[in-house]
């Protein structure tokens, strides 16, 4: 394992529900990040904060929310998605965020099915 | 545009046989890359990295070569296995100060009995 567990594996919901993913790493690390990987396409990165701070919104709709209230947890509350945000969510983790050879470490992903 | 790419979206290979999985990046200024296996089910899991000041890296059955004059990585494996069975892709970090890594799509790599 990479010391980066996500929560929950599989989550199926509807448009107008609201829901949450969780994100935890043991590897002390300082930099998180939040991946949508879609069918064929490559990872798309969504957030990223270091040291607790959010330092990157890839252009991502407001219907995703990112929490990060300490180095080790990570969240993305969802609400009011749309069918095309179906995906593979994967979180990873690096030890500083910013640094050429800072290699992430990602988590088993939440297989997200939205309704 | 820039891109990173794979050449072949499937390898089938012979267990026992070595692997070769190419990458191409087309940014001069990226100066660090990582290759990434993706079992499935899976969260991509570091296999190697390598510096834009090297042209080969060898771990364990692992070797990753990059040509800058070309523009192209590769994946060696050497004695496939069938739990090298995944879907591999390369990443490249175009410098200090960003947090970007661009990946490519991915090669999935088949190992036959």
């Known amino acids: 394992e990479t010391g980066v567990t996500q929560t929950p594996r599989h989550l199926v919901m509807g448009m107008t529900n609201k829901k949450s993913l969780k994100c935890e790493q043991h590897?002390?690390?300082?930099?998180m990040y939040w991946y949508k990987q879609s069918a064929k396409k490559p990872l798309e990165l969504m957030f990223v904060?270091?040291?607790?701070?959010?330092?990157e919104n890839n252009s991502v709709p407001s219907r995703f929310s990112p929490e990060c209230p300490n180095s080790s947890h990570l969240f993305l509350h969802l609400h009011t998605l749309q069918p095309e945000d179906s995906a593979l969510y994967l979180c990873?983790?690096?030890?500083?965020?910013?640094?050429?050879?800072?290699?992430?470490?990602f988590g088993p992903g939440t297989r997200l099915t939205v309704l | 545009g820039e891109s990173v790419g794979l050449h072949l979206p499937t390898l089938s290979v012979q267990e026992g046989d070595n692997s070769i999985i190419n990458c191409a990046y087309s940014?001069?200024?990226?100066?660090?890359f990582i290759w990434y296996k993706q079992e499935s089910g899976k969260g991509p899991q570091f296999i190697i990295d390598?510096?834009?000041?090297?042209d080969k890296r060898q771990g364990q059955r692992v070797t990753v070569l990059l040509n800058k004059t070309v523009k192209h990585l590769s994946l060696q494996i050497a004695a496939t296995q069938p739990g090298d069975s995944a879907v591999y892709f390369c990443?490249?970090?175009?410098?200090?100060?960003?947090?970007?890594?661009?990946f490519g799509t991915g090669t999935r790599l088949k190992v036959l009995a």
């Open positions: 990873a983790s690096s030890q500083v965020g910013g640094r050429a050879t800072d290699t992430q470490y």
């Open positions: 590897l002390g690390h300082n930099a």
């Open positions: 904060y270091n040291f607790k701070e959010q330092t």
């Open positions: 940014n001069s200024a990226s100066d660090y």
């Open positions: 390598i510096r834009s000041n090297m």
């Open positions: 990443a490249e970090n175009r410098g200090s100060g960003t947090y970007k890594y661009i």
